[in-house]
C-alpha cells in the first residue's frame, strides 16, 4: 500500500507544473520584499523572471529553494510545498555570486557537491565527465580554480546546476561574465534542457539573451508580477521607423491614421503600423513633400515592453 501511495504521488507531482505561486509575500520587519506574487511555470519550458533592482526576484529565488519562508501565501516547486525537502533534490541552481575554493580542481568542486547530494560513488566519473563536457569545461576538469577566468568558473557553477539532471534548474544571471562565444554555448545549453524535458527558471538583466531563449517571461515590479505571458504574445505591437525630413508637425498629425506617430532618436516611429502598411505610409509621406531616407518595419522589443511597463508601474 505504502508503495502504491508513493507512486501515485509521484505521478501526481510529475503532472504538475515545476513552479506555483499564488500571494507569495514575504516581509522583514515592517519592510515588504515581496507582495503577493502570483505565477506558473510549466514543465519543459524556459521562463524569463525579469525586474528592475529591488522588485524582489532574488527573495522570490530563495523562496522558491526554501532559504526563506514566506509571511503570506503559498507556492510549490515540482509538484511539492516551498521547502519540501525531496523537491530540492531535483533542483539544479546557479547563483548570481558564488566562490569555490581556488585550490580545488574542477573535479573536485563537482565531487564535493556530489558528495553533498548523497549521489552513489559508483556515478560520480560519469556524472562528472557529462556536466564538464555540456559546460566545454572537458580538457579543464583537472586544472585548479584558482587558474580559471571569470568566465569559466561561471561554466563551472553551470555545470553544478546540471548535477543530477534536475528537473527544474534555477538560473541566476548566468551569461554575466561570459564573452559573446560564452553567452551563445550557454544560450544553446539551456535550449538542450528544454528539449530533454527540464524547466528552466531564468532570472537575468540582459534582456537580449531573455529573448532568445525563453518561452514566456514575467515581468516582476514591486513585489507583484505586472505582466506575463508568451514572448510572441507580450512583443505582438508593431510599429514603422522612418528616417524623414520636410515634414511639419500638422503632416505628422495627418500620419495619425497608420498609429501613434513619435520621434525617436531621430527616427520617426509610427506605432501600431503593421508592416504590410509600410508602403502606404511611405507613400503618403512623400504625398506631404516629405523625403525618405530609410523605413523599416519593427516589431516591439522586450526593452521597449519592459521600459513602458516599469513607467506605469510608477505612475500607478
Known amino acids: 500500500m505504502l508503495d502504491v501511495a508513493r507512486k501515485r504521488a509521484e505521478a501526481a507531482s510529475a503532472a504538475s507544473p515545476a513552479v506555483r505561486t499564488v500571494d507569495l509575500a514575504k516581509s522583514f ?33 530563495k523562496l522558491l529553494l526554501g532559504l526563506l519562508a514566506p509571511s503570506a501565501g503559498e507556492g510549490s516547486v515540482l509538484g511539492q510545498p516551498l521547502g519540501d525537502v525531496g523537491a530540492r533534490r531535483r533542483l539544479g541552481y546557479l547563483p548570481e555570486l558564488f566562490r569555490y575554493q581556488g585550490w580545488l580542481s574542477a ?20 556524472e562528472i565527465d557529462r556536466v564538464l563536457g555540456v559546460a566545454g569545461l572537458t580538457e579543464r576538469g583537472g586544472d ?18 546540471l548535477l543530477g539532471r534536475p528537473e527544474l534548474v534555477i538560473l541566476d ?9 560564452g553567452r551563445h554555448d550557454v544560450r544553446e545549453i539551456i535550449r538542450g534542457l528544454r528539449t530533454d524535458g527540464t524547466a528552466v527558471f ?7 539573451e531573455v529573448e532568445q531563449v525563453c518561452d514566456r517571461v514575467a515581468i516582476v515590479h514591486r513585489g507583484r508580477v505586472i505582466a506575463t505571458g508568451p514572448l510572441q504574445e507580450l512583443l505582438a505591437g508593431h510599429a514603422a521607423r522612418l528616417r524623414v525630413s520636410g515634414l511639419t508637425p500638422a503632416d505628422r498629425g495627418a500620419l495619425a491614421r497608420f498609429g501613434a506617430v513619435q520621434e525617436e532618436e531621430g527616427w520617426l516611429v509610427v506605432r501600431g503600423c503593421e508592416p504590410e502598411r509600410v508602403p ?23 526593452e521597449q515592453l519592459f521600459l513602458e511597463l516599469l513607467g506605469e508601474g510608477d505612475a500607478g
Open 29 to 61: 520587519g515592517r519592510i515588504e520584499a515581496l507582495a503577493g506574487l502570483s505565477m506558473q511555470v510549466e514543465r519543459g519550458e524556459v521562463f524569463g523572471f525579469l525586474g528592475p533592482n529591488g522588485a524582489g526576484k532574488t527573495t522570490s529565488v
Open 107 to 126: 573535479r573536485e568542486v563537482l565531487a564535493f557537491h556530489l558528495e553533498l547530494a548523497r549521489q552513489p560513488r559508483s556515478e560520480w566519473a560519469a
Open 144 to 161: 585548479r580554480v584558482a587558474t580559471f577566468s571569470k568566465g569559466m568558473t561561471q561554466r563551472l557553477g553551470l555545470a553544478v546546476a
Open 173 to 181: 544571471e548566468p551569461t554575466s561574465a561570459l564573452d559573446p562565444v
Open 202 to 208: 531564468l532570472n537575468s538583466h540582459l534582456l537580449s
Open 280 to 302: 502606404e505610409l511611405v507613400a503618403a509621406v512623400v504625398e506631404l513633400g516629405g523625403r525618405i531616407y530609410a523605413a523599416e518595419p519593427r516589431q516591439g522589443s522586450l
